[in-house]
């Protein structure tokens, strides 16, 4: 494994002329950090899939960073899939996060077509019929998927993703580094050796952080939930709090041998600079971290 800690920012696709161009700009400022990738989202069941696309091309065309389109399968025909893979190849592209995706509650009572049960099939897929054109990225659960039966069965089912070909995993995201550190212990025992990317969400407000964690079945612990409500009326206070939260996170992930950072970037470069400015002050622990790695994983 590389002693070269990698970092990447998701995005979700514009969805107008006008979103479009705030996206550039907000593009623009992130990747002046360089990161090794940009991500963009793919609405399930047909939701806005063009502008996946779309948002990979102004992306690449604006930064020259490595851009890679997320895949959902579920309601899809192989040959739609097919269809999205020829473009993206054609585009250059080289890199495809694969999910499964959920259906939205319209589509999943009229006839979707179910050619596609799980991201395992989707993995497969690719492989036969691009081969290595592409490295390709699966979503880990550390704490679980909300619809999973029990952890043992959804680390199974991470580990065939894994069989059918993944080259990384992006984490969803989480604020208790102890289920990343069980999740990679299980990874460890199983002989899974791809990188795990922690993903990242910096916290910019109560609410919205509470729902996402609610959507997603991820656990902000009871003591950042109650200074976070305390803090809702202050804005600054929050964003402060939020952003030490996040900080010592990733600085203990980095430090305890994580392979790097996937930051959630909800389309703003704010929060995401801020912690990432935030990190590179503390150099030691990103230098720490890459010895670690070294250690952990020799050439
Ligand atoms: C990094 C990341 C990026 C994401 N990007 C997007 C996006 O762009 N668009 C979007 O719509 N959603 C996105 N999601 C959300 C994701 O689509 C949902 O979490 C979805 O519910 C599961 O997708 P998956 O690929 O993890 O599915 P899977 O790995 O297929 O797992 C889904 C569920 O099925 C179970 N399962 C898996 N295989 C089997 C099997 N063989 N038999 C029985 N049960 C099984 C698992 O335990 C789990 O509960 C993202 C999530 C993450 C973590």
Redesign the pocket.
């Known amino acids: 494994m590389s002693s070269k800690l990698r970092f990447s920012f998701?995005l979700?696709p514009a969805r107008t002329p006008e979103g479009m161009a705030k996206l550039q700009s907000v593009v623009g400022k992130l990747a002046v950090a360089q990161p090794d990738f940009f991500?963009v989202?793919?609405?399930?069941g047909g939701s806005y899939q063009e502008g996946t696309y779309e948002t990979l091309l102004m992306v690449a065309e604006h930064t020259g960073v490595e851009v890679a389109p997320?895949l959902?399968c579920v309601g899809s025909t192989r040959a739609n899939i097919a269809a999205h893979l020829d473009r993206y190849c054609a585009a250059g592209v080289k890199r495809i996060?694969?999910?499964?995706?959920?259906l939205p509650a319209t589509a999943m009572s009229s006839a979707a077509p179910a050619e596609f049960?799980?991201?395992?099939d989707l993995v497969r897929f690719i492989r036969e019929t691009h081969g290595d054109a592409f490295k390709i990225?699966?979503?880990?659960?550390p704490e679980m998927?909300?619809?999973?039966?029990s952890p043992s069965?959804?680390f199974e089912?991470?580990r065939?993703?894994v069989e059918a070909g993944a080259d990384a995993a992006?984490?969803?995201l989480f604020y208790n580094a102890g289920a990343y550190f069980d999740f990679m212990e299980r990874c460890d025992k199983a002989g899974i050796r791809i990188p795990v990317m922690p993903?990242i969400m910096p916290i910019a407000g109560f609410s919205n952080i509470v729902r996402f964690c609610a959507g997603?079945g991820a656990d902000l612990p009871r003591w950042v939930r109650l200074r976070l409500e305390e803090l809702q009326n202050d804005k600054p206070a929050l964003v402060d709090f939020g952003l030490s939260v996040v900080t010592r996170l990733c600085e203990t992930l980095l430090a305890n041998g994580a392979p790097g950072l996937?930051f959630y970037t909800i389309n703003q470069s704010g929060p995401t600079l801020r912690l990432w400015e935030n990190l590179r002050l503390s150099a030691q622990v990103r230098e720490s971290a890459i010895r670690i790695q070294a250690n952990l994983h020799p050439a």
């Not at 989202?41 to 399930?44: E, Y």
């Not at 049960?117 to 395992?120: G, M, N």
């Not at 990225?137 to 659960?141: F, G, I, K, N, R």
């Not at 998927?145 to 039966?149: D, L, S």
Request: proline share 2%; glycine share 8%.
């Open positions: 998701e979700f991500s989202t793919h609405g399930a997320h959902t996060v694969a999910l499964r995706g959920d049960h799980y991201a395992s990225e699966v979503a880990a659960y998927h909300p619809q999973a039966v069965t959804d089912y991470f065939r993703k992006l984490t969803q993903g997603c996937h």
